[in-house]
C-alpha cells in the first residue's frame, strides 16, 4: 500500500512539474511577444522617418526578426526558474543556446540588407546619367551575397562548434586536411572560382547592373548579378543567364563602361549620279527635328566605291543604346523618303551595255556590191 502511494505521489509530482514548467515557458513567450509588440508599436507611432530613411528601413527589416528573438530571450531568462531537473535544464539550455546564435547570425545578415537598402535608395539608377549609382549599386548586391554567405557559413560553425564531438570531429579534419582540402577543393573548384569572380566584378567592376553589353552575338542590358550567374535581360525580353567567370574569362562588349553615350552608324548605296550636298543638307536637317541626337556628333561622307555604287556612312550620337538603335531606324527611314521623293533615279540601279555585231560580213557585202 504504501509503495503504491508512493508511485502516486512521485507522478503527481512529475505532472506538477511538468505543468509548472510548461506554464513557466509559455508565459515568458507571451511576455516576449507582448514586449516585442508594444516596442514596435511605440516606435511605429514616434518615429516618422521618410521612405528609405535609416530609421524606417531598421523597423520594417527588423519587425520579422524581433518576433523570434524577444520570445527566445524570454525563455532563457525563464528557463532557470523552471523547478526542472539540472538534464533537463542543461539541454533546453542548449537548444536555446543555438536558437541564440541563429538569431544573431539573422540580426548580423539584416543589418547588412538595411545597409545595402540605403545604399541603393540614396543611388538611384532612374535618372539620366547612373554611372556612379551603377557602379554603387553593383558593388553592394555583390558585396551583400558575398558577406550573407559568409555569416551563414560562420554561423553554422559557430552553432557546430558548441557540441563536443564537433569539436573533436573538426580536430581530426584539421588533422588530415591535406588530402581533404584537395579533394574538397577540387569538388568545389567552381564555386570557389564563382566566388572569387563575384570579388573581382565587385572591386574592378567589368559589368554593372544595367550596363548595356553584347555577349554572344546578344545584345542587352545586365539585369541581376548573383552569386554564381549573371541575368542579362535582352533587347526582346529573353533572358540570358551567363556564368559570372564568363565576364573574367571571355571578351565582350560593354557599351556603356564609362559613359552611356553611344554613335550610331547608318550607311547608304546609291548611285554615281546622285549630288552629296542635299543629302548632307537633309540628314542634318533631320538630326535638328527629334530629341533622340544628342547634339554632340553628326557626320556625313562618302565612304567607299564601288564598281557600281557608292557608299555614304551617317554617324550620329546618342545618349545610350537604346535611344542610338531607333535614331539610326528614324535617320534610315527620312534619308531613304528624301531619296525617294526627290532622287528616284539614283537609287542603285543595274546598267548594261549591248552591242550588236555584224553576223554575216559577207551578206552585207553582197547587198553593197548591188
Known sequence: MSASLSLTSYAWQDIRVSVLSTAILVGAIAVGFLVQFLLYWLLQRFIHGKPGSLSRLLLENTK????YIFPLLALTAAVPLTPLSDRAIAYFQRALNLCLIAAIGWAFIIGIQVISSLLIFRNSIDVE?????????????VIQRVAVVLIIIVTLAVMLMTFPNARQIGTSIFASAGVAGLVVGMAARSTFASVIAGLQVALTQPIRIDDSVVVEGEWGWIEEIETTYVVVRLWDLRRLIVPLTYFIERPFQNWSHTTTEIIGT????????????PVREEFNRILRETKLWNSRTAAFQVTDFTERTMQLRAIMSANNASAAFDLRCFVRERLIAF??????????????QQTIQQADRPVFSKFNES
Open 129 to 141: 546619367d547612373n554611372l556612379h549609382a551603377r557602379r554603387i549599386r553593383t558593388q553592394t548586391l
Open 339 to 352: 531619296l525617294q521623293r526627290n532622287y528616284p533615279n539614283c537609287l542603285p540601279t543595274q546598267r548594261e
Open 266 to 277: 547608318v550607311f547608304l548605296y546609291v548611285d554615281y549620279s546622285l549630288p552629296i550636298e
Open 64 to 67: 520579422t526578426a524581433a518576433r
